[in-house]
């Protein structure tokens, strides 16, 4: 099943090289990877998206608090959490279909970031779940580029 | 030496936290990112400097040096080539878990990443292969780096460590602080076993009927062999070992099972197969130990203490994880075991009978000279005493089964990479550490040519290092491979007709040599070679060719596919 890993590591270089070179090596699978600063400087949060069998997932997490540059791992998927993407997405525009783009970009709760004559780049934000369906929703309308940036989670407030 | 508020150069900072760590050798080689350190070195008398030939054989002198004594190996290379020859010696420390750390010149900071001369990502390089690695950036923070790798190299498991050093970070001077203590956040080992789980392990051990310890070289590095010896003879429980937990437990005492696995003994691997409980103390199920893991000791309940938590439930999954370190373990159980426990008398009787069923033999009918009557014979005349030092196939397997191993860190042994040409220098650095027992190398014919540079170091440096040659002209376990797998096809094995003249050999590096050709000329040097001290002596064994080593479980079988002799190839499937 799909498991969603907080990894908090030493903000240094190399500690993302680390953890994905980790994650070949040992032919664990990795949907995404996203990493910034905290509140922290010296420490990065990493969101690691992956899937696998329980043992599997067992050893990912003791593989990562292996690594000595890892602070502290936690396994969110069965902790109540927040998960997030980001997507920019730049569809192909003409005077046929515009109305239906603007219809979906307001179901999706989207923006629009930039229009041109010929093409709309539009950010939608929402679980990668969400994500995969508003791509393959307009899909059809002809996608010219698109960037995801992989999940970011955090713990629900107490 | 220098004390803490002086201000110092790189090298001088270098050479300050070594003598800190309490170093006695550095296995090095000289180069252009380095020369500042070896114009320092010049003038350094109290840590020694050995000069190797090949940056590989200082990793590997390294190695078994620390595994001889315990202590970490230290290594000092040059940047590009210098460093990237040290990446087998490395991954073979990190796979058999060996504490080692390695200094590694580099380009000057302001050229890293340019392509410039004998510039190569090391960090990036050996970033899978060792615990931890680290690229100096400021030389303020040169004292405490070397700190840290010596810290991490030789806390909780152990293994290798780099520090790369580039070559401005060494001539640049600071005020030297050399931190006591140290305290790495995201490295925090257990040590502690958890109590609760010690006493369930405890309860099931007084009340298991055929319990089998298993043993790997967690409980060497751990120094945890009192312990173990303790409470196998207390509980009667037969010991079987791992290629690097022999030596844990007398080989020669009744309990004793030898090693499991693929060409562990029948009576090891058949109780394995029996046993109710299995305690695996400092063993990771290496796949050479479980063949097929589903049918790896199919009826016992196991239990698994491991210093790394990785190790647990990796390859197999265990009833009871313990992490923690083996000697703690072993100590506390032996506080918490109830008075009251099964009898075991029966279980040994039937492993006993497995013992006489199938023992470890080897053919003397004939005047032909076998490996396996080189390993007896020095077994024998050493009375177990040595430090053995081995390289990888044929003869590794036999050192296992026929030489009687009586003390932790005895044996030194390539086991996870299998490294040919880890045996000539291992053998080189475990006498720099050890003086008072006798260093014996078994080598083959294959591997003592792929370092066969460090003859020149062992000379130099008067090393009593003893090679047995075991020289059957062939690359033995692949040929027993091709033989038994591959239609007899030996392709690219069979050295016999480019094998140098060993003995010439090694006359020409000043070595004294010897050559057997028969038992009785073998019994003979064995007992020149082991009395001969005044530097290396290398005895070539001309062995029979086609021998094979049995028993031998084929890779991914089941113990009970165990191969006891050599079949017809064609009856096997």
Known sequence: ?158 | MHSSGQTLNGSEIFFECLRREHVEYIFGYPGGSLLKVYETLHDVKDILHILVRHEQGATHMAEGYARATGKPGVVLVTSGPGATNTVTGIANAYMDSSPMVVFTGQVPSSLIGNDAFQEADIVGITRPITKHNFLVKDVRELAITIRKAFFLATTGRPGPVLVDMPKDILNSSCVFDFPETIDIRGFKPTFKCHINQVEKAAQKIAKAKRPLLYIGGGVISAEASEELRTLAIQQNIPVTMTLQGLGAFPGNHPLSMGMLGMHGTYWANQAVNKCDLLIAVGARFDDRVTGKVETFAPQAYKIHNDIDPTNVDKNIKVDLPIVGDAKNFLATLLEVMPEKRENREPWLAEINAWREQCPLTYSKEDDLLRTEFVIDEVSRQTSGNAVVVTDVGQHQMWTSQFYTFLNPRSIITSGGLGTMGFGLPAAIGAAFGIKDRPVVLFCGDGGFMMNVQELVTAVHNKVPVKIFLINNSFLGMVRQWQELFHQEKYSFTDLGDSNPDFVKVAEAFGCKALKAENPESARHAITAALAYNDGPILVDCSVVKKDMVFPMVPAGGSISDMLLARLNPKTMV
């Open chain 1, 1 to 158: 099943m799909k498991h969603v890993i907080s990894v908090l590591v030493e903000n240094k270089f190399g500690s993302l090289n680390r953890v994905a070179a980790m994650f070949s090596a040992r032919g664990f699978n990795l949907e995404s990877i996203s990493i910034g600063e905290t509140e922290d400087t010296e420490i990065s949060r990493m969101t690691i998206v992956t899937r696998g069998e329980d043992q599997i997932i067992s050893q990912v997490l003791k593989q990562l608090n292996r690594l000595v540059d890892t602070i502290k791992v936690i396994d969110l998927t069965r902790q109540p959490h927040v998960e997030r993407e980001l997507l920019l997405m730049t569809l192909k525009l003409s005077k046929a279909v515009q109305h239906e783009i603007f219809e979906l970009i307001t179901v999706f709760k989207g923006k629009v970031v930039d229009i041109k004559q010929k093409s709309i780049t539009i950010e939608v934000i929402g679980s990668p779940e969400k994500i995969n369906t508003t791509i393959d929703i307009f899909r059809p309308y002809g996608i010219k580029e698109l960037a995801r940036s992989g999940a970011v989670a955090i713990h629900r407030g107490e």
